[in-house]
């Protein structure tokens, strides 16, 4: 069976600082790879997707980048984080159906 | 873009009936559901293809419209398991790879 390892569960880093989240997907070749943001109380905001092996899609042009290294490898990534970064980040997966989420990331920059 | 949900909120006692809303401008390649309970990730409930299709499993189904820009969520004599924030998900046809998420309803259900 497939699954979504999404870490660290919780940050805090201050502004200025570098960030960089993982996720790794086991069980599945190929996967469609996403990390989506969700500010407190607010909808999934899609913030890059990925087909394959270094392709990535930026959906909003930000501080944020993002690179798939390996097939079932997706790496979230900031040289200098701003307030406005802080929110719960989550990862998922698909392959042409439904998508499934990592923990996510709860990152607060202070 | 964004598909738009409505209503923003639902309040019911256990055993109620709810309908929640998910509308596109543009023809849609399909629609997803999801609910997020607070704190979690989102889980998947259900995904819908074809125009005029219907599906659910348990008290809990969904439809999409002949026209493929509109869907609905049923949630039948609902549970307090049912709370939680709901959101529809949609690609466009020229893109299948990139789900875009509604705006969320948020259903609370009380004894």
């Known amino acids: 069976s497939q699954t979504i390892h999404q870490w660290p569960a919780t940050l805090v880093q201050p502004v200025g600082s570098p960030l960089s989240l993982e996720c790794t997907v086991e069980?599945?070749?190929?996967?469609?790879l996403y990390w989506y943001r969700q500010a407190a109380g607010r909808g999934l905001q899609l913030l890059f997707y990925?087909?394959?092996?270094?392709?990535i899609s930026s959906e909003v042009p930000q501080n944020l980048s993002a690179s798939r290294p390996q097939d079932r490898q997706f790496i979230l990534s900031s040289k200098k984080l701003l307030l406005s970064d802080s929110g719960f980040y989550l990862c998922?997966?698909?392959?042409?159906?439904?998508?499934?989420f990592g923990n996510g990331t709860r990152l607060t920059v202070t | 873009q964004q598909p738009v949900q409505s209503p923003q909120a639902v309040i019911l006692r256990e055993g109620e009936d709810a309908v929640i809303n998910c509308s596109s401008s543009?023809?849609?390649?399909?629609v997803h559901w999801y609910r997020q309970k607070h704190g979690e990730a989102p889980v998947f409930l259900m995904i819908?293809?074809?125009?005029?299709e219907q599906k659910g499993h348990d008290k809990i189904s969904a439809s999409f419209n002949e026209k493929k820009q509109q869907s609905s969520l049923y949630l039948t004599a609902s549970q307090l398991s049912y709370s939680g924030t709901y959101f529809c998900?949609?690609?466009?046809?020229?893109?299948?790879?990139?789900?875009?998420f509604g705006t969320g309803t948020r259903l609370q259900v009380f004894p």
């Open positions: 998922a997966w698909s392959l042409s159906g439904a998508l499934h």
């Open positions: 069980g599945t070749s190929n996967p469609n």
């Open positions: 990925s087909v394959g092996i270094g392709q």
């Open positions: 543009k023809a849609l390649y399909s």
């Open positions: 819908l293809l074809k125009g005029g």
């Open positions: 998900g949609t690609d466009p046809p020229y893109n299948t790879d990139k789900l875009i």
